[in-house]
């Protein structure tokens, strides 16, 4: 039951890295030296399908059950971890527009790294700060990717 689960998670995930990259080729793509807005997320589509094809071909070709160990489904607290992540993009998602990139990517920074285990509060400050600060950078400044600055701000 396990190993079909997971080949039905591994060929949802090559559809949807196919969408995406039809998707990212409606983008421009631009050059090397000036990369357009479709070259990063048909990157980001050939690796995830790459990646899933490979997975999904694990599970149907090959016929012996590889042991599950500790890559079962999390339980308990490890569920709702991962469940209060998927709920921080989804509003990331939500408040990108109206709070624009910088506030949400640090809000978004900021509870990551709270889930995943750092406790104290002047770091996770500091670390969403400059993490969101050096993505700015790279995507605004560097690459001249339009990031939404909001609509309150």
Same mark, same amino acid.
């Given at each position: 039951? +396990?190993?079909?689960?997971q080949?039905?998670?591994?060929?949802? &995930?090559l559809?949807?890295?196919?969408?995406?990259?039809?998707?990212?080729?409606?983008?421009?793509? =631009?050059? $090397? +030296?000036?990369? =357009?807005? !479709?070259? &990063?997320?048909?990157?980001?589509a050939?690796?995830?399908?790459?990646?899933?094809?490979?997975?999904l071909?694990?599970f149907?070709?090959?016929? +012996?059950?590889?042991?599950? =160990?500790?890559?079962s489904?999390?339980?308990?607290?490890? /569920?709702?971890?991962?469940?209060?992540?998927? =709920?921080?993009?989804?509003l990331?998602?939500?408040?990108?527009?109206?709070? !624009?990139?910088?506030?949400?990517?640090?809000?978004?920074?900021?509870?990551?790294?709270?889930?995943?285990?750092m406790?104290?509060? !002047?770091?996770?400050? $500091?670390?969403?700060? /400059?993490?969101?600060?050096?993505?700015?950078?790279?995507?605004?400044?560097? $690459?001249?990717?339009?990031?939404?600055?909001?609509?309150?701000?």
């Amino acid at each position: 039951m +396990e190993r079909g689960f997971q080949s039905i998670v591994a060929a949802a &995930f090559l559809l949807l890295s196919v969408a995406y990259g039809i998707g990212s080729l409606l983008l421009p793509m =631009g050059t $090397l +030296e000036r990369p =357009g807005p !479709g070259f &990063f997320p048909s990157i980001v589509a050939l690796v995830m399908a790459a990646l899933s094809g490979l997975l999904l071909w694990r599970f149907l070709c090959i016929k +012996e059950p590889q042991p599950l =160990g500790e890559h079962s489904f999390p339980r308990g607290p490890d /569920l709702r971890r991962v469940l209060a992540l998927g =709920g921080s993009l989804v509003l990331f998602a939500v408040l990108l527009q109206p709070l !624009g990139y910088r506030i949400t990517s640090a809000l978004l920074m900021g509870t990551v790294l709270r889930l995943l285990g750092m406790r104290h509060w !002047g770091r996770i400050a $500091l670390s969403a700060v /400059l993490a969101t600060a050096i993505s700015y950078w790279i995507f605004a400044l560097l $690459l001249d990717v339009p990031l939404p600055p909001g609509d309150f701000f």
